[in-house]
């Protein structure tokens, strides 16, 4: 069975990155730019094992226990941890440090924890601020007013560094009603780029749904778990 889901996975996740470089290029973007995160939570770790020998090297996650847990399981696999799911401050002190890139910092609360729990460590913690562009009372992220401030905010942190922004946007049974969300998020971070006179090289955006706007729009890491992995099984 080991063998076969390994095969499985290997060939999901090709036919992902094959979609996403054909969007890319339809887009007059290079397919390289645009980086695969495979989002594992609720899949065991065995999943992430199998995935990884076949060149998969971003992950993504959801809840602070369950990622920890499969870091220490697969600990000396040569992979990158992205956290992104929501996260309230006090559990910020178990992310800091543990994950390449928080994609979901949505408040001056986080990143200031995020940022005190790093530079007690002597590290830099690499972070996206979440916006939430359709303003979905149920989705976390920062409003698009509020952005500008957040993000002149985290500058001042020195444990943190701000490389992009990530949005979720509303379901849709047409991908392309994501794309104006999309189009938006990549707006909104060439603003930022302009107010703040740096580089913001990241746009988190697109999931197994709605991949190809977001990619055509500007994508650099998308979220695919579903098509990659199968259903999720239930929370326990």
Do not use: C
């Amino acid at each position: 069975m080991t063998n076969e889901r390994r095969r499985e996975l290997a060939e999901r996740a090709a036919a992902v990155r094959e979609a996403l470089a054909g969007a890319a290029k339809e887009a007059g973007r290079a397919p390289e730019d645009v980086t695969l995160v495979a989002v594992s939570k609720l899949h065991p770790a065995s999943d992430v094992r199998d995935l990884a020998e076949s060149g998969q090297t971003e992950f993504g996650e959801n809840y602070v226990q369950e990622a920890l847990a499969k870091q220490e399981a697969l600990a000396g696999l040569p992979v990158n941890w992205h956290f992104i799911g929501g996260l309230q401050s006090n559990k910020a002190k178990y992310v800091a440090g543990n994950f390449t890139l928080v994609h979901s910092v949505d408040s001056s609360k986080l990143a200031q924890a995020l940022h005190k729990k790093a530079a007690s460590l002597g590290l830099v913690q690499d972070i996206l601020l979440q916006v939430n562009i359709a303003g979905e009372v149920q989705k976390s992220g920062v409003p698009e007013t509020s952005l500008p401030r957040l993000a002149e905010e985290v500058l001042s942190l020195k444990g943190v560094r701000l490389v992009g922004l990530m949005t979720m946007p509303p379901f849709f049974d047409d991908p392309e009603g994501a794309r104006p969300v999309f189009s938006r998020l990549r707006e909104l971070r060439d603003g930022l780029e302009t107010r703040l006179g740096m580089r913001l090289p990241h746009l988190s955006m697109g999931m197994t749904g709605d991949f190809i706007p977001a990619v055509q729009e500007g994508a650099t890491l998308v979220r695919i778990g579903t098509r990659i992995f199968g259903e999720r099984p239930p929370r326990g």
